[in-house]
């Protein structure tokens, strides 16, 4: 063994050693029912606590209670200098903008529409329409920017009907507005009027004097009010509009504080955002839930991407959160940076009591960088949390609230969730249904799809499979075991779990590939269309000048020679065929929004991928020279 390995493993088990910060979790407590039929009923014997009757009552008590705390910031104009705005302020805000959207005649039959990214104006806006009982619909950029036909952006806009439509900058979406029909509606706008469509600013709004009609409406929200429509897209392709309520949201908020209980004397938390809230964990769980906390949200304009995420490194050399939650391929060049600049990991550090992540599976290899990062500069290990869920439960239905040694679970259900676990037929693997207050009530305006979402006992059929990580003690929790939906089989009849396999080979592969689909019914084997990580390969193939074309790139020796170790690795520890790769293709073309191959949460539609690249499925079993034999 060389001396790098042993020194390695030294390093990991000094780590492992290390205790956890002290953070007060809720109890493991849950109770599993057995029927006859092989379905288990898993639920919490914690009783879920008393809950707020609306979102916009949490902008009010901290408004009361702290009005000169900062809610919200943002980098603005040329100088990128913070743009502040307090719980006070922001009430006083908002009130003029529900007065504003009052006297138009907004109400529950005529919603919002919000094309642009995170906010203040976006975060203002949203309360406003909650306190108007204007349902508001956050549509994903992607719609309107990257959309070429802007199809997506046009169904959801017929779908709803909205009476307002709200752009950050009018520029950058005149495209998208006009491949709108936008008679009767009133535009919106705060940084540049739009080109050729009328359009209000943002100023008239915020200028309006609230009267007695404003609490008026605040008073006659209901626990069913509709707060949001937030889209998703499914196996069709085209967006569904979820119905998020007031009451959903509200109950999902209290479970997640009950979950990690926060004491008096605790400082409010500080969160750097960037997850977007036309996404139900971004808009939900992380916007949200720190205002219920009465936290301040720093606006991260940054992104986990190549050009991007150099925002964020500027932010947090600035801002010390106190929980911090990002997706693997976040987290990958995040401990690059804290590895390479002490002063960065020593601010990131020093508040920080938790971490969380989302989206898919972090590879162990990122855990234990990030965990060693932590033992360095605070002496603790930090809990990596994780949840479970979908647009349609709010999102949270079940979470890691424990300090664990492991990565890849979905924890324990939320106290007032049921989950279902049907057999699959395959052993110790389970569909996951559940049940709860934080379920939708359906889908806006399509009681079809509503209909088969549900099974006959009322249980959400969310489609994902989990097990349990000892099938003897369900405090241990359950382990993500992919989507039932996408999964297939083989000529040999095998079924091939498409979640698990895809997330394995991505982390087997990390960071060749950034994403993949799995490939096919109906074959001998099991092999991959991947999604490359260009920046990846660029620094893997030493062409830091990007000298090399895409092709060039994808073609080159030391990236092919990463993949196909990394793969010929997890081929070696894979339980049979169905878990094994053995022909891989690297694509040039990205996913396709409007070829319905990435959904508006980020994640690639596995049915709409192989549909729309069939030629390429067939080259991948033809074989040939563009084609990876994986050992």
Not at 257 to 278: C, G, I, K, S, Y
Not at 393 to 415: F, N
Not at 451 to 468: L, N, Q
């Amino acid at each position: 063994m060389s001396t790098k390995v042993l020194w390695e493993e030294k390093v990991v088990d000094s780590v492992l050693r290390a205790p956890f910060k002290p953070v007060e979790f809720l109890s493991r407590d849950v109770r599993l029912d057995r029927r006859p039929d092989g379905t288990l009923l898993l639920r919490s014997n914690h009783k879920l606590k008393p809950y707020e009757r609306h979102v916009p009552a949490f902008l009010a008590r901290w408004a009361a209670a702290a009005p000169e705390r900062i809610w919200l910031a943002q980098r603005r104009g040329p100088a990128r200098e913070w743009l502040k705005v307090t719980y006070g302020e922001a009430k006083g805000q908002v009130d003029a903008v529900t007065q504003a959207l009052l006297d138009r005649g907004f109400g529950p039959e005529k919603p919002i529409m919000i094309l642009s990214s995170n906010s203040i104006e976006f975060a203002l806006l949203t309360m406003a329409g909650m306190q108007a009982r204007a349902p508001v619909a956050p549509v994903s950029p992607a719609y309107s920017i990257l959309s070429q036909d802007h199809a997506k952006l046009r169904y959801v806009f017929d779908l709803i009907r909205p009476g307002l439509v709200f752009v950050q900058n009018g520029e950058i979406y005149a495209g998208a507005l006009a491949a709108l029909d936008l008679a009767g509606v009133t535009v919106v706008h705060v940084d540049k009027a739009p080109p050729q469509t009328q359009s209000l600013p943002w100023s008239e709004l915020v200028s309006t004097r609230p009267t007695a009609a404003v609490a008026q409406s605040i008073a006659a929200i209901e626990p069913g009010t509709i707060g949001k429509f937030l889209f998703t897209s499914g196996s069709t392709g085209m967006p569904k509009a979820v119905i998020n309520t007031q009451e959903m949201m509200c109950a999902n908020i209290a479970m997640g504080q009950m979950a990690r209980t926060r004491h008096p004397d605790e400082p409010p938390p500080v969160n750097l955002d960037w997850l977007p809230w036309n996404h139900t964990m971004g808009g939900n769980a992380t916007f949200q839930g720190n205002l219920a906390e009465g936290g301040t949200t720093w606006i991260d304009d940054g992104k986990p991407l190549p050009g991007l995420f150099e925002e964020t490194l500027r932010n947090l050399r600035e801002i010390s959160p106190t929980s911090f939650a990002n997706v693997p391929a976040g987290y990958a060049m995040l401990a690059t940076a804290l590895e390479k600049d002490d002063l960065l990991a020593e601010r990131f550090f020093r508040n920080l009591n938790s971490l969380a992540y989302g989206g898919a599976t972090l590879p162990h290899d990122l855990y234990e960088r990030m965990e060693a990062l932590a033992v360095r500069h605070t002496g603790y290990r930090l809990p990596f949390i994780t949840g479970w869920g979908a647009t349609e439960t709010a999102p949270t239905a079940t979470s890691v609230h424990w300090a664990s040694e492991r990565v890849g679970l979905i924890g324990l259900p939320y106290p007032g969730v049921q989950l279902k676990l049907v057999p699959t037929g395959e052993d110790g693997r389970y569909e996951v249904r559940l049940r709860s207050v934080i379920v939708t009530p359906g889908y806006y305006k399509r009681p079809d799809l509503t209909a088969a979402a549900f099974d006959e006992e009322g249980f959400y059929k969310i489609g994902d499979a989990a097990r349990f990580v000892d099938s003897h003690d369900p405090n241990q929790g359950l382990i993500f075991d992919g989507r039932v939906v996408e999964d297939f089989k083989l000529t040999s009849g095998t079924f091939v779990l498409v979640g698990t396999l895809r997330a394995n080979a991505i982390a087997a592969a990390s960071p060749v590939l950034q994403d993949a689909v799995v490939c096919a019914p109906d074959r001998e084997y099991v092999g991959l269309l991947g999604f490359p990580n260009i920046a990846a390969c660029r620094r893997i193939a030493g062409d830091t000048g990007s000298a090399l074309t895409i092709a060039q790139l994808l073609e080159h020796p030391a990236v092919i020679e990463m993949l196909k170790g990394g793969l010929a690795r997890m081929n070696a520890e894979g339980r049979g065929s169905s878990m094994q790769v053995r022909r891989v293709m690297l694509m040039e073309e990205p996913p396709s929004v409007d070829g319905h191959e990435i959904t508006d949460k980020g994640y690639i539609n596995q049915r709409a991928t192989l549909e729309r690249r069939k030629a390429l499925v067939e080259r991948l079993y033809r074989g040939g020279a563009d084609v990876i034999e994986i050992n």
